[in-house]
């Protein structure tokens, strides 16, 4: 199981180019999985709902199952919000687990900027982008690619996956 990270600024692209790359992907014959970080409160229920009631009421964690698919969804309750470690090791092995956020991990990154958001790059800065995906072209050495180029994209990607165990391992360093 090898994993590559997306990072870049909110409105770059990262989720746009992602549900771009995933088809790609699977067209590939890989399998692929996705961590997104997102941001404080989220919810991925239906207040009103059994499961939101049962976690509302308290549950640390509540499995919604069904014949089409399976969530879990645990509480933190005040804990400490888990680091991208814990987070593969609760992934089921794929090919590809494409992690889309979680910037300061040390795992491989390909930056993904978009002209028209007027922001900074991040890989002058970030040691772990090794490529860019943007909508302009980029003076670097680094290698780079055209946001729309999905197949090239998704070559960079694959080139830059790291295996699991070696992300997990820099980021025990980093402790």
């Given amino acids: 199981m090898k994993v590559i990270g997306l990072a870049g600024w909110s409105g770059a692209g990262k989720t746009t180019l992602l549900t771009r790359l995933i088809p790609h992907f699977n067209a590939l014959g890989l399998r692929v999985s996705v961590i997104k970080h997102a941001h404080h409160q989220f919810d991925v229920d239906v207040p009103g709902k059994d499961s ?9 964690e509540v499995l919604v199952a069904s014949s089409n698919r399976w969530a879990l969804m645990h509480e933190l309750r005040g804990a400490a919000e888990p680091r991208l470690p814990e987070l593969l090791s609760k992934l089921s092995a794929v090919d590809l687990v494409v992690v889309e956020g979680f910037k300061r991990e040390p795992h491989r990154k390909i930056e993904v ?63």
């Fill in 52 to 60: 939101w009631r049962h976690r509302e009421a308290g549950a640390a």
């Fill in 113 to 175: 900027h978009r002209a028209a958001n007027d922001k900074p790059l991040l890989f002058p800065d970030d040691p772990g982008i090794y490529g860019i995906a943007a909508d302009v072209a980029i003076e670097t050495r680094l290698p780079t690619v055209h946001l729309d180029d999905i197949a090239a994209a998704a070559e960079l990607l694959l080139r830059a996956a790291m295996p699991v165990e070696e992300a997990v391992a820099k980021s025990a360093a980093m402790r």
